[in-house]
Every structure is written in C-alpha cells, then in structure tokens.
T-cell receptor, first 115, second 113 residues
Framework: GAGVSQSPSNKVTEKGKDVELRCDPI?????LYWYRQSLGQGLEFLIY????????KSGLPSDRFSAERTGGSVSTLTIQRTQQEDSAVYLC?????????????FGPGTRLLVL | AQSVTQLGSHVSVSEGALVLLRCNYS??????LFWYVQYPNQGLQLLLK??????LVKGINGFEAEFKKSETSFHLTKPSAHMSDAAEYFC???????????FGQGTRLTINP
C-alpha cells in the first residue's frame, strides 16, 4: 500500500517568509509524528498527534513553529518568519497506534532551505 | 533521561566483510530499541526492533542485533557486507512517558569493492 507522503519534496524560501509543509500518513494510522533532521542537531522530535488528544508539542523549538492535524489524517507543519537555522529536512512518520514498541513509518521528507 | 550513543560516525568495510555498528543506550527501565536505515535522499526505513520478546532480533536485508542488558548495548551486525548496504544507520530508543523516538547521531556505512 501507499506509504507516508510529504510535500513539497524541496522548498527554498527567503528569510522571514512563512512556509507550510504537508504530511499524508498511511491510511488508518492513528499516530503522527514530525521530526527534524539537521547537520548540527541530528534527528530531533518536534510534535506528536494521537486521535483527538492534545498534541505533544514538547519538541517544537520556538513559537514560530506550529502544526495541526485535520480530521485525524493530513498534517501541516507551519514555520513562521523563517530563519536560516530552520534549514533542515523535515520528516513525518505515522504508526498504526500509539505505543512505545510501535513501528513508525517515515516519509521521504521535505528539504527546506532558508536563504 | 533516555539516550542512545552510536560509536563511530563513519564505518568503512570491504564487500563481503562483517558489518558491526555499535549502539549503547542509557535507560533506567528496559527500553524498546530500533535500528533504522536511511538511503540518500530518502526517509528512514525500519531494519529491526527489540521489544523484549527475544534478545537476538533478525531484521531485513540480513541484518540482526542482540540486546545485551549487562552491556546496555544493541549492536547491529551483518555477516557479509554488500555494496547496497551503503547508507546511514540510526539507532533509536522509545522515550518512556512520551510517544517519540530518541535517535543516536547516526553511522554512515561505506562499502569498499
């Protein structure tokens, strides 16, 4: 079946602009995660959604970052007033259900470059 | 706090040689451990995971890993390297109390012909 998809695959933007990154999880998966992969920081957790529960936003680096998940499916990560340090690959993952031993399936990522 | 340490940011082996990628974890309770592989310009793909059912875990592409509680290790091995194994490998642990993975810094594996 179809895996996790993300769009766009690449995004170049100017410092100060807002960007939206989209994630389509695997159909039927209830849990959705966003991670960021950068040269200096490695792979970092950003945010987690599960059903109608309040999201775990503990990994968001600043209030310029926000995310939502509509209808328990598609998720959008928004970065306002982008900075050069936001340049990274943003990875989305989903799992069938929540749980520490559940496999997270990753999308191909969105490569963001802030000039 | 739980964390993982991958020893060696870059490992190079000859085709046909043993692959050994090291991962150590710090955890006050038995963890769930994962190995993921990332090929260039792709997302992460699960190789295998330890969920306490068996200490020796077999994964895809001939990889396996052994959970050793006494050494707090979960090293990844493959008896005979193939050129297609060239990629970056990440060890990760599920974080108790939160639904997220904590990743090691990654090990880039190069295969020499």
């Amino acid at each position: 079946g179809a895996g996790v998809s993300q769009s766009p695959s690449n995004k170049v933007t100017e410092k100060g602009k807002d960007v939206e990154l989209r994630c389509d999880p695997i159909s039927g998966h209830t849990a959705l995660y966003w991670y960021r992969q950068s040269l200096g920081q490695g792979l970092e957790f950003l945010i987690y959604f599960q059903g109608n529960s309040a999201p775990d936003k503990s990994g968001l680096p600043s209030d310029r970052f926000s995310a939502e998940r509509t209808g328990g499916s598609v998720s959008t990560l928004t970065i306002q007033r982008t900075q050069q340090e936001d340049s990274a690959v943003y990875l989305c993952a989903s799992s069938l259900m929540p749980g520490l031993q559940e496999t997270q399936y990753f999308g191909p990522g969105t490569r963001l470059l802030v000039l | 706090a739980q964390s993982v340490t991958q020893l060696g940011s870059h490992v190079s082996v000859s085709e046909g040689a043993l692959v050994l990628l090291r991962c150590n974890y710090s955890s006050s309770v038995p963890p769930y451990l994962f190995w993921y592989v990332q090929y260039p310009n792709q997302g992460l793909q699960l190789l295998l995971k330890y969920t306490s059912a068996a200490t020796l875990v077999k994964g895809i592409n001939g990889f396996e890993a052994e959970f050793k509680k006494s050494e707090t290790s979960f090293h990844l091995t493959k008896p005979s390297a193939h050129m297609s194994d060239a990629a970056e490998y990440f060890c990760a642990v599920s974080l108790q109390g939160a639904q997220k993975l904590v990743f090691g810094q990654g090990t880039r594996l190069t295969i020499n012909p």
